[in-house]
């Protein structure tokens, strides 16, 4: 059965850092893109950024370029979010997404393009 486990969520102050991890079992996941996305209250679920199977090729949302950065061990089938000078609208549950399909260079930002997801990690950020 195949699993994604988010972990790292929390309350920060604006200007913080925070760093999320996802842990996937059940398959490897290291010649498969990966993202994060996140859904505030009454929102629907946006991209915030994905990586490519390799970890060669990365996309951010407008929102978080140049504040968060995605990164992966494939060894450990695990994929990062640091999260830094975090705003009061950052605030959601943010959510880990695998494709199960294989692809090492390209990246996606859709949800659509994502088979698997976890259960969320809250993330709040207090002004």
């Known amino acids: 059965q195949v699993q994604l486990v988010e972990s790292g969520g929390g309350l920060v102050q604006a200007g913080g850092s925070l760093r999320l991890s996802c842990a996937a079992s059940?398959?490897?996941?290291?010649?498969?893109?990966m993202a994060w996305f996140r859904q505030a209250p009454g929102k629907e679920r946006e991209f915030v950024c994905a990586?490519?199977?390799?970890?060669?090729?990365?996309y951010y949302a407008d929102s978080v370029k140049g504040r968060f950065t995605i990164s992966r061990d494939n060894a450990k089938n695990t994929v990062y979010l640091q999260m830094n000078s975090l705003k009061p609208e950052d605030t959601a549950v943010y959510y880990c997404?695998?494709?199960?399909?294989?692809?090492?260079?390209?990246?996606?930002?859709?949800?659509?393009?994502?088979?698997?997801w976890g259960q969320g990690t809250q993330v709040t950020v207090s002004s």
């Open positions: 997404a695998a494709r199960s399909v294989f692809g090492v260079v390209k990246v996606y930002s859709t949800k659509e393009n994502y088979n698997y």
């Open positions: 059940g398959r490897t996941f290291s010649r498969n893109a």
């Open positions: 990586i490519s199977g390799s970890g060669s090729n990365t």
